[in-house]
Nanobody, 124 residues
Framework: QVQLVESGGGLVQAGGSLRLSCAAS????????MGWFRQAPGKEREFVAA????????YFADSVKGRFTISRDNAKNTVYLQMDGLKFEDTAIYFC?????????????????WGQGTQVTVSS
């Protein structure tokens, strides 16, 4: 079992930055591909970013490419999402998730463990 706890959300003006953290416990995250997803009000949850077990590859949704960065520190059992150039449409609850597979990293059903989410609100 892996427990995931997100933090770092909040209210920020458009154009600003936030850094989300996802702290894991229970097992080492070095075994898992880690992803970030988000769910905006009235919309389905969608893929944001993912990083492979050793950090060798990263993946981003087109909507955040060039603005968001995903990284991980396996020694600290933590994954990060650096969000720059935030836009109003980035407003959502952001979820961290862990997958034992490196395949289909954009697919939610590949992820076994999920955090409770952290709210990000971008004011225009």
């Amino acid at each position: 079992q892996v427990q995931l706890v997100e933090s770092g959300g909040g209210l920020v003006q458009a154009g600003g930055s936030l850094r989300l953290s996802c702290a894991a416990s229970g097992r080492t995250i070095s075994l898992y591909c880690m992803g970030w997803f988000r769910q905006a009000p009235g919309k389905e949850r969608e893929f944001v970013a993912a990083i492979t077990q050793n950090g060798g590859a990263t993946y981003f949704a087109d909507s955040v490419k060039g603005r968001f960065t995903i990284s991980r520190d396996n020694a600290k059992n933590t994954v990060y999402l650096q969000m720059d150039g935030l836009k109003f449409e980035d407003t959502a609850i952001y979820f961290c998730a862990a997958s034992p597979s490196m395949a289909l990293v954009r697919k939610q059903d590949q992820y076994y463990y999920w955090g409770q989410g952290t709210q990000v609100t971008v004011s225009s």
